[in-house]
């Protein structure tokens, strides 16, 4: 079957504006995603290193502040949500299936290791600038948060910034 | 009044609302196409702009619900979670972020979408943002300066920009609007497409774009459930036949001597007035934050009776007649000031050689009065539990 066709982006916007105002009225907080990497990482890292994070003071203080165990937080179960809540997209429109997508001139493996570069450095921006394009960007415009705002700004004027550098991964 | 967590809602039923909350968002984002990095990326090299509608468009919406909701006072707006400003960080990570972007194709948000449908790519931006944060956590030492400089707190940008929330959201939304136009005359440009939009689509635009404007018009004109209660005060004030229960300072200084534990002592007057000097176990609820959710509990108790000061008259019976209007709870109002009161008890002048009985028996008693309330007051501040109340009954004076 062929897969259906995106939603109008419009109107996407707003019902996940709705989603984001619903989720402040409720909790008083917004979206995000990020955080609930750093739950699962630091989670894997006391497993594995026990003794190595009762030393590292970062995890330490973390675990303080998260007294039901790092997976115990509002971002992992939002995340949880979101898994399930993409897949239930997927299905309805038929977009389910085992796939990678690519720019046109590279391979699958380039593609990957891409992957796991950009989500890297994704990954330890979010940390340093607290939150993703979702926690701190979109969430942050919701509620006029100034650093919210300049991380967004941030983002994509360096994405605009470094985009024609990266065109081979993209274009033809 | 909203937010419903914590005092509504439980914290553990936060975590059920985070599930639901979840669902709609990794919903919305999969149909809006946020699981195909092709369509993520078309955004820097102009050929698809969905990313920047959809994510305009839900800021848009949000704020201006947040606005809304703030104005007619269902969500209280001093409450939800400002994201702080740490400005070096913020900007040095949105770099890196970008960066992360436009290589790897995703953000954390949609790759988790992506890889919730089966896409691969979208499963290893995954795990690298997990070696991501991971090299974060590890070499945390070497961040942390820049991590913590510039600490601003939670500011708004509006505040940044001077102007007011509202303001502020009718320049985001005509950003927003114009940013929609530019756009589509870009990708219509990238993508060679000569086509128009249709007729209904264009009302359809239109009429969005318009409520979304009178939404905002409507907040700006609409007084806000703040000043309607301070047009309240205004006219109480004014009225003649007000009338408050006052009482004198020598019959409150009775009152914390013996019954501390069974009244609250409010200064309504500014965190530094307060500072310089406050009535003994006095609270300081400034009287334009006295409707803050925090002190809800204080105005709406039975179990103790309240005591509203200030400077002058006028701030005195302002706070006392807001907390009449926020609350249930049986309110007194000083008759002195702040300053008489401590003119009558700290800085007590002994009477002259030729002063009249009462005179004398009014300076006795407060000055075992303004030595009872020193007792106790380092009594209580030396112990976190509560001390037994003394028995003592002051004798003489009123």
């Known amino acids: 079957m062929k897969p259906n066709k995106y939603m109008n982006p419009y109107l996407a916007g707003f019902l996940l504006g709705l989603v984001l105002l619903g989720t402040i009225y409720v909790t008083g907080r917004g979206l995000g995603a990020s955080g609930a990497v750093k739950s699962v990482v630091l989670k894997a890292v006391v497993e594995v290193a026990p003794q190595h994070s009762a030393n590292t003071p970062f995890i330490k203080s973390y675990n303080e502040e998260h007294p039901g165990g790092p997976l115990k937080d509002w971002l992992?179960?939002?995340?949880?949500?979101?898994?399930?809540?993409?897949?239930?997209?997927?299905?309805?429109s038929n977009r389910v299936g085992i796939k990678l997508e690519r720019g046109p001139n590279i391979t699958n493996r380039t593609r990957i290791i891409a992957a796991i570069i950009g989500g890297s450095l994704f990954g330890l921006g979010s940390q340093l600038g607290r939150g993703c394009t979702s926690g701190a960007a979109l969430s942050g415009m919701a509620?006029?948060?100034?650093?919210?705002?300049?991380?967004?700004?941030?983002?994509?004027?360096?994405?605009?910034?470094?985009?024609?550098?990266f065109r081979k991964l993209w274009l033809k | 009044?909203?937010?419903?967590?914590?005092?509504?809602?439980?914290?553990?039923?936060?975590?059920?609302?985070?599930?639901?909350?979840?669902?709609?968002?990794?919903?919305?984002?999969?149909?809006?196409?946020?699981?195909?990095?092709?369509?993520?990326v078309g955004l820097f090299y102009g050929y698809d702009f969905t990313v920047l509608k959809v994510f305009f468009t839900a800021g848009v919406t949000a704020m201006i619900g947040v606005l809304l909701f703030g104005q007619i006072g269902i969500l209280d707006l001093s409450l939800i979670y400002i994201n702080p400003t740490f400005l070096w960080s913020a900007l040095a990570g949105g770099a890196i972020m970008g960066l992360g972007f436009i290589i790897g194709g995703f953000c954390p948000g949609t790759s988790v979408c992506a890889a919730s449908i089966g896409k691969l790519d979208g499963l290893a931006f995954v795990f690298g943002s997990g070696l991501g944060v991971l090299a974060f956590v590890e070499g945390y030492p070497l961040f942390e300066?820049?991590?913590?400089?510039?600490?601003?707190?939670?500011?708004?940008?509006?505040?940044?920009?001077?102007?007011?929330?509202?303001v502020f959201g009718f320049l985001l939304t005509t950003i927003a609007f114009i940013a929609f136009v530019l756009t589509r005359l870009i990708e219509k440009r990238v993508n060679n497409d000569q086509s128009k939009l249709p007729k209904n689509k264009v009302i359809m635009y239109?009429?969005?774009?318009?409520?979304?404007?009178?939404?905002?018009?409507?907040?700006?004109?609409?007084?806000?459930?703040?000043?309607?209660?301070?047009?309240?005060?205004?006219?109480?004030?004014?009225?003649?036949?007000?009338?408050?229960?006052?009482?004198?300072?020598?019959?409150?200084?009775?009152?914390?001597?013996?019954n501390y534990y069974r009244i609250n002592i409010i200064d309504v007057r500014s965190p530094d007035a307060f500072k310089a000097y406050h009535l003994p176990f006095a609270i300081n609820i400034p009287v334009e934050k006295m409707s803050d959710r925090q002190w809800s509990k204080i105005l709406n108790q039975k179990h103790k009776v309240n005591y509203f000061y200030a400077d002058n008259q006028k701030l005195a019976k302002r706070g006392y007649l807001k907390a009449g209007f926020l609350g249930k709870a049986e309110n007194y109002i000083l008759i002195e000031s702040s300053s008489d009161f401590k003119k009558l008890f700290s800085e007590l002048t002994p009477p002259g050689s030729n002063a009249s009985k009462k005179e004398l028996n009014t300076y006795n008693f407060r000055l075992k009065a303004a030595t009872d309330m020193k007792t106790l007051v380092d009594a209580l501040k030396n112990s976190t539990e509560p001390v037994i109340a003394k028995t003592t009954k002051i004798k003489g004076g009123c």
């Open chain 1, 76 to 92: 992992v179960f939002e995340v949880i949500g979101v898994v399930i809540g993409a897949f239930f997209s997927g299905v309805i």
């Open chain 1, 143 to 165: 509620v006029m948060s100034f650093g919210g705002i300049i991380t967004m700004i941030a983002i994509f004027g360096s994405g605009y910034a470094f985009a024609y550098f």
């Open chain 2, 1 to 40: 009044m909203a937010p419903l967590v914590p005092y509504i809602l439980s914290n553990e039923f936060n975590l059920i609302v985070a599930l639901i909350a979840g669902i709609g968002f990794g919903f919305v984002l999969e149909q809006a196409g946020f699981s195909s990095t092709k369509k993520l």
């Open chain 2, 145 to 166: 300066k820049n991590y913590l400089a510039e600490a601003w707190g939670p500011v708004l940008i509006n505040e940044k920009l001077g102007m007011s929330k509202v």
């Open chain 2, 206 to 258: 239109s009429s969005a774009i318009g409520f979304a404007f009178l939404l905002l018009i409507l907040i700006a004109v609409l007084p806000n459930s703040g000043r309607r209660l301070e047009a309240r005060i205004d006219t109480a004030l004014i009225r003649k036949d007000l009338t408050s229960s006052e009482v004198p300072a020598d019959k409150l200084a009775t009152e914390i001597v013996n």
